[in-house]
């Protein structure tokens, strides 16, 4: 017999009780996540299984800090663009380390980039990488002073 899934993104109460566990202990086993939430161990693997087949889980690695790394700053950079060189711009980002993200936006402005630098002058430079890329315009950054809310999905499960 299937789980009934429920709520607006069709996890049932199991599988937020799973995500939750393996979001919030990521090196806890199975047999320890399965003890802990009172059911068979192949009913937590089952569940892991089918919320990756669904798309719902898209990695198991470990979140990496760029402050730790050696790069405390952090930058939005918005980069007006000539739209018929988005792929080879998109290509030219990708070999970029620093930037940590890129996106096609709406608004004033074609891709947004989040941008890591060791110092001021590093994120300087990496501007500069970006707008020698052929199709880059012009460039607009922000430096991020502080984290108010940082990167999360768990909330949208149902938290």
């Known amino acids: 017999m299937a789980a009934r ?10 599988d937020r009780r799973v995500l939750r566990l393996v979001r ?7 047999l320890e996540i399965s003890r802990i939430l009172g059911v068979a161990r192949g009913t937590v693997q089952a569940r892991l299984d089918r919320m990756v087949a669904d798309g719902v889980i898209v ?16 930058a939005f950079t ?20 620093e930037v940590m993200e890129a996106r096609i936006v709406t ?36 430096i991020t002073l502080s984290t108010v809310v940082a990167h999360r999905v768990q909330p949208l499960a149902g938290d």
Do not use: K
């Not at 899934?5 to 199991?14: A, F």
């Not at 919030?24 to 199975?30: K, Y």
């Not at 918005?78 to 380390?97: F, G, K, N, W, Y």
């Open 78 to 97: 918005t980069l007006e663009v000539e739209q018929v060189s988005r792929p080879d711009i998109s290509a030219a980002l990708e070999v970029i380390p």
């Open 107 to 142: 608004g004033p402005g074609d891709v947004w980039c989040r941008i890591a630098g060791r110092d001021h002058e590093h994120i300087q430079r990496v501007i500069d990488r970006m707008l020698a890329i052929p199709g880059v315009r012009r460039s607009s950054t922000v």
């Open 5 to 14: 899934r429920t709520g607006r993104n069709g996890l049932d109460e199991l």
């Open 24 to 30: 919030e202990r990521p090196r806890t086993g199975l």
């Open 59 to 74: 990695d198991f690695g470990p979140n990496l800090s760029p402050r730790a790394l050696g790069y405390p700053v952090e």
